[in-house]
């Protein structure tokens, strides 16, 4: 009764709570230090802390058209309401575009390697995803773009700056993709730590989106809010296929108190910035390491064959917790979230002493 090609996709590999790997590793949560999931680990702003303890209608359904989030998010994006639409995450923007456009027999192009959810949804619906490689610096070639298409590609996700690299991709190359008129989805998650953006091309160019998260640098990844900056038509058709009350309350609350603290968000995110620095100095000065500049809130790094696996399950015996990607271009590859300074420490100074 399971339709057909439902049966033959693979899930996303999620990262555990630190409540299950605590328990697993026989640590205290106290003790470890999560550096897997890029997530902020400062948490969320004071002002959302007390918006959240303040607010007394959790028990009344949430705006089915997020009017106070879109409005909050027009201040802060400079685009009119008319032009936002938020989601549980910007993962369910990411499906809400592949039903959209993606239809059995359709082909998504996916610029691997990158995060594993573009391809996750392009499969669900009926679609086949066609993998064009990155270069050894995680770089888009559109040469290679271009060999790709054909009447069947209606989708192209850019994840920018890529994940997991972290490497940028040049807006020349963001050009060049909108320009094959397939539809194109700039993953802008970690926008804010390197304030490049693709939004300024919107108006010109319908066939565009940007996305952008309050995971990373708002410190809301568990009240998973995400939203997609879009041509206003294309918000009205993503409008009537989403869940009616796909944004909670708590994450309305706690988005608009955050941006009325962005000073102190913007302050984390540069400490975020200067740690990220002085992260990969540290991991650059490791034996056998190749380390890649990285743009947003972690850092991918490559170890002598047969040596990541080694490293991450030495890592977690220790309570530090990283991610390991289980990929061809990836298996001696470990990719290092940004934490704490003293998180930071810790971290480099298990992997000095086990090279």
């Not at 298409?149 to 991709?169: E, Q």
């Not at 064959?305 to 990607?325: D, H, N, Q």
Request: charged residues 25%.
């Amino acid at each position: 009764m399971v339709v057909p090609h439902l049966r033959q996709v693979e899930g996303y590999v999620p990262v555990e709570p630190p409540e299950a790997l605590a328990a697993a590793l026989g640590l205290s949560l106290e003790s470890l230090v999560k550096v897997d999931a890029n997530e902020n680990p400062y948490g969320p702003s004071p002002k959302a802390l007390e918006a959240l303890a303040r607010y007394q209608r959790y028990h009344i359904y949430p705006d089915p058209f997020q009017r106070r989030v879109r409005q909050a998010l027009a201040s802060y994006t400079g685009f009119g309401p008319e032009w936002l639409l938020a989601g549980a995450g910007s993962d369910e923007l990411i499906d809400l575009l592949a039903r959209l456009f993606v239809g059995p027999g359709d082909r998504v192009i996916d610029l691997a390697p990158t995060f594993g959810m573009y391809s996750v949804v392009a499969r669900v619906c009926g679609g086949e995803v066609v993998e064009v490689a990155r270069d050894d610096e995680f770089q888009v070639s559109l040469e290679s773009v271009a060999r790709s298409l054909d009447s069947r590609v209606k989708v192209i996700f850019l994840t920018n700056p890529n994940n997991p690299s972290g490497t940028l991709t040049p807006m020349e190359t963001v050009k060049g993709l909108i320009e094959t008129e397939c539809l194109v989805v700039v993953d802008e998650a970690y926008f804010e730590f390197c304030d490049m953006t693709c939004a300024g091309l919107l108006r010109e160019h319908r066939n565009l989106v940007v996305l952008r998260t309050c995971s990373k640098w708002m410190g809301l990844a568990g009240l998973r809010l995400g939203y997609g900056i879009m041509d206003p038509a294309l918000v009205q058709r993503l409008m009537a296929i989403k869940n009616p009350y796909n944004v909670n309350a708590a994450a309305e609350v706690a988005l608009v108190a955050s941006l009325e603290d962005t000073d102190v968000l913007q302050s984390r995110v540069a400490a975020i910035v200067r740690e990220r620095e002085r992260l990969h100095q540290g991991l650059k000065g490791l034996p056998g390491v190749r380390v890649w500049p990285s743009w947003a809130n972690f850092v991918l790094c490559r170890f002598p064959p047969g040596e990541a696996v080694r490293m991450k399950e030495t890592l977690a015996r220790l309570g530090i917790i990283v991610r390991y990607f289980d990929r061809p271009r990836l298996r001696d590859c470990l990719r290092f979230s940004v934490g704490r300074p003293e998180d930071n420490d810790r971290l480099l100074e298990a992997l000095r002493k086990l090279l």
